[in-house]
């Protein structure tokens, strides 16, 4: 089996015809970090050349499937990087070309023509419920979360799977709030394919691999390309590159760099807190004052 740092994906021993891919970084709530994009791809690319395997189950090690990308390194350093480039005029084309190879190795899963299960506990949140929503199917447990809390400021999710998944006033709804949403409700939205309760959720997943995995894989193959191909006449490909564009856009603009330097200063926990907490973000004029005062305030 492939050996990777940040994931492992193995057969199912019961069920060979089931991969089993497993993100594994538990002690930072499976958060994605510059290596995790690529190790899905990779281990998508290997169960999709394992004749034995039909379909993939991907889930989340410890308390959760992800909780989004890895910021808080990036958030509370000075240091310049692709997403968070401190020069000015900062350059979104740099930006773009390493979101956009983040983005295009998430796709794997629903470009793969093996049939793609997300399994979610705990909670599946921003970059994560990116990583989720590209599976072709969602199984949640009840209490489980699902949400991008970062539209609120600092994100636009680049896949741009929202809208696909739950129509627009649904879509606009998650996106204008930034709020998440359980289990129940995303099955009750048809976001999810279904929910369980947590004791079930296992169950319940491997009940729909089983099922899946008995349809010969050019039969699978084929329904998922009919499927893919209304999505890619909606225009997916196009709007994933606006909404990658835009996501540069968040993290450089007034309100974006006010959070960030909020972060650098209180810390990104602090920042969050007051992103998802509902309180006044600054914007325009006033955010860019508030930069002002704090760069002079680091400069000495």
């Not at 909404?243 to 926990?269: C, M, S």
Request: net charge negative; charged share 20%; aromatic share 8%.
């Amino acid at each position: 089996m492939p050996n990777f740092a940040t994931l492992k994906i193995d057969q199912d021993p019961s069920n060979p015809a089931i991969a089993r891919l497993l993100l594994n970084r538990p002690e930072r709530f499976n958060a994605i970090n510059d290596q995790m994009p690529g190790e899905i791809r990779a281990a998508v690319d290997w169960a999709n050349t394992n004749a034995q395997v039909h379909v993939i189950v991907i889930e989340g090690s410890g308390k959760g499937f992800c909780g989004g990308y890895d910021l808080v390194e990036y958030a509370e350093n000075t240091s310049d990087h692709p997403c968070q480039q401190e020069r000015h005029p900062w350059d979104p084309m740099v930006d773009y070309q390493h979101m956009k190879r983040c983005t295009e190795d998430f796709m794997s899963l629903w470009r793969s023509p093996k049939p793609t299960i997300a399994k979610v506990h705990g909670a599946a949140v921003a970059g994560g419920s990116d990583i989720a929503m590209c599976c072709d199917l969602l199984v949640m447990a009840e209490d489980a979360k699902i949400g991008y809390m970062p539209t609120r400021v600092w994100g636009c999710p680049t896949t741009a799977m929202w809208t696909y998944r739950l129509g627009p006033m649904r879509a606009k709804q998650m996106m204008f709030t930034g709020n998440t949403i359980d289990g129940r409700t995303a099955a009750d939205w048809g976001l999810a394919t279904l929910a369980a309760p947590l004791a079930q959720l296992e169950e319940e997943t491997m009940k729909l691999a089983s099922r899946i995995a008995g349809v010969p894989n050019s039969h699978l193959a084929m329904h998922k390309m009919v499927v893919n191909q209304v999505m890619l006449t909606m225009g997916l490909e196009q709007t994933q590159m606006m909404a990658t564009v835009f996501d540069g856009i968040t993290r450089h603009n007034p309100e974006g760099l006010w959070f960030r330097r909020y972060a650098q200063e209180a810390g990104f926990k602090a920042a969050v807190q007051w992103r998802d907490g509902g309180q006044h973000i600054p914007e325009g004029d006033e955010a860019r004052e508030l930069i002002r005062q704090m760069d002079s305030k680091r400069a000495g």
